[in-house]
């Protein structure tokens, strides 16, 4: 078979229905939509989810989950990729990367370190927290973690 044989399956593709074209065609005078009622008319018929006035599923299922927004921690988070740009045996700290413009704005829990990319040169890494990964790959680069 070659692109230009593909064709759909036969009975598989119809016809647009054109209403409203007369009595002749079937779907003439009210097109389809019947005599009277919410959805004969125009701009007729419910919002999705309506259910007749039914208490909708929507609002009849409890809500799941718990959001621990008001005690949440925000970290500014920074990847150990990102460190290779700077230069060797520097110390990094939030004042720094705000000075170099890596973060605009300060979290109110600090910085975190995670482990994601690679890093050739020792640098002094200052934050609140690091993952597992960055303390290894910082370490293995010759370089010193200072946990705030």
């Given at each position: 078979m070659k692109l230009h044989q593909?064709?759909?399956?036969?009975?598989s593709t119809f016809a647009q229905k054109r209403v409203g074209r007369g009595i002749g065609s079937g779907l003439g005078k009210t097109a389809g939509r019947g005599t009277k009622g919410q959805n004969s008319r125009s701009g007729g018929g419910v919002r999705p989810g309506f259910e007749g006035?039914?208490?909708?599923?929507t609002r009849r299922l409890p809500r799941r989950g718990f959001?621990?927004?008001n005690f949440k921690e925000v970290y500014n988070i920074?990847?150990?990729a990102d460190l290779e740009k700077?230069?060797?045996?520097?110390?990094?700290?939030?004042?720094?990367?705000?000075?170099?413009?890596?973060?605009?704005k300060v979290a109110p829990y600090g910085l975190k370190v995670l482990g994601n990319g690679n890093i050739t040169k020792p640098f002094t890494v200052q934050a609140?927290?690091?993952?597992?990964?960055?303390?290894?790959k910082i370490v293995n680069a010759g370089g010193k973690i200072e946990v705030l």
């Amino acid at each position: 078979m070659k692109l230009h044989q593909l064709a759909p399956a036969p009975n598989s593709t119809f016809a647009q229905k054109r209403v409203g074209r007369g009595i002749g065609s079937g779907l003439g005078k009210t097109a389809g939509r019947g005599t009277k009622g919410q959805n004969s008319r125009s701009g007729g018929g419910v919002r999705p989810g309506f259910e007749g006035g039914q208490m909708p599923l929507t609002r009849r299922l409890p809500r799941r989950g718990f959001n621990n927004k008001n005690f949440k921690e925000v970290y500014n988070i920074i990847n150990v990729a990102d460190l290779e740009k700077f230069d060797a045996n520097s110390v990094i700290n939030i004042e720094f990367l705000q000075e170099k413009n890596i973060i605009n704005k300060v979290a109110p829990y600090g910085l975190k370190v995670l482990g994601n990319g690679n890093i050739t040169k020792p640098f002094t890494v200052q934050a609140k927290k690091f993952s597992e990964n960055a303390i290894q790959k910082i370490v293995n680069a010759g370089g010193k973690i200072e946990v705030l």
